[in-house]
């Protein structure tokens, strides 16, 4: 894993308007429906609310939900993924065996829903211990960097690990892994599943449930935290690790997380923009 050996923050409270964006490339556009978001853009660092809506989104931009917050971001097919407070996802090209996307999924509690017009494109989303995919539909789900769930409201969804190994999840289920070479898949009843309800009403509704209060962890059911604490899931073990190069390792870039702490709580009482150089030293 690479380590950084300095990070140098230098940071101003200005108002911008608008960023501008030389060279890169167009991915898609996000609308906030309440709270702040970071993106972090060419080494700055991006503070937007609702006012700022649409906020167009650029290939290799970083985005973190602050607390309170709630963002839907439209991929270019269409497809929707609603982050919940204290999320990070990152826009950037991946692409693994016959699944490829943009979106990898870093931290925190998403909801995501293909376009009715575009039911036949699959949107994936790649996380450290593994790629999810719906195919239809409504699904909603979590990660950190020891676990990915995915619980299936409606559809076709799937799970697929670094190993190669799939799993279809079922309709009022979600499955799980965890620390991806060690551990397998498992499945369970999802008990928030509420069958006869309009896939429109389960997307807009129960926002709160995406939220993550905690910024450095995750809550999960009750059946993932054992399962994290004891690293024991009843299913066959992986075995070792594939030789080829892991690309779910997001190590390479700045974690958001850590550098707005000293930054966020002033930017967001006075809703400036944060326009923060980041610079990197090996």
Do not use: C
């Not at 923050?9 to 960023?19: E, G, N, R, Y």
């Not at 494109?121 to 719906?134: H, K, R, V």
């Not at 807009?204 to 004891?230: F, G």
Request: charged fraction near 25%.
């Amino acid at each position: 894993m690479k380590t950084w050996k300095k990070l140098v923050i230098l940071v101003t409270l200005t108002i911008l308007v608008s960023p501008v964006v030389m060279g890169s490339v167009k991915y898609g556009r996000a609308t906030i429906q309440k709270g702040n978001v970071v993106i972090v853009r060419e080494g700055r660092m991006y503070l937007y609310t609702k006012t700022n809506n649409p906020v167009t989104l650029y290939e290799n931009d970083t985005i973190r939900t602050l607390k309170n917050t709630s963002l839907t971001l439209y991929n270019p097919d269409q497809h929707k993924v609603i982050l919940g407070s204290n999320a990070i996802m990152q826009v950037r090209k991946w692409s693994k065996k016959k699944q490829q996307g943009f979106l990898r999924v870093l931290f925190g509690k998403f909801r995501a829903r293909t376009a009715s017009v575009r039911k036949q494109s699959n949107l994936y989303l790649n996380t450290t211990t593994a790629t999810i995919g719906i195919k239809g539909s409504l699904g909603e789900g979590a990660t950190n960097s020891d676990f990915a769930m995915l619980k299936n409201k409606s559809g076709q969804m799937f799970m697929t690990n670094n190993a190669g190994q799939s799993l279809d999840v079922p309709v009022g289920q979600f499955g799980y892994n965890i620390d991806d070479f060690d551990q397998g898949f498992s499945l369970e009843e999802d008990e928030d599943y509420e069958p006869g309800r309009s896939e429109d009403e389960m997307e807009t509704t129960d926002s709160d449930q995406l939220d993550t209060d905690d910024p450095k962890e995750v809550d999960v059911p009750p059946v993932i935290e054992d399962a994290i604490e004891d690293n024991i899931v009843e299913v066959a073990a992986l075995g070792d690790a594939p030789d080829e190069e892991d690309d779910s390792n997001f190590s390479d870039i700045p974690d958001p997380t850590e550098v707005l702490d000293e930054v966020q709580e002033d930017a967001a009482n006075t809703g400036d923009t944060i326009n923060a150089t980041i610079t990197i030293e090996d």
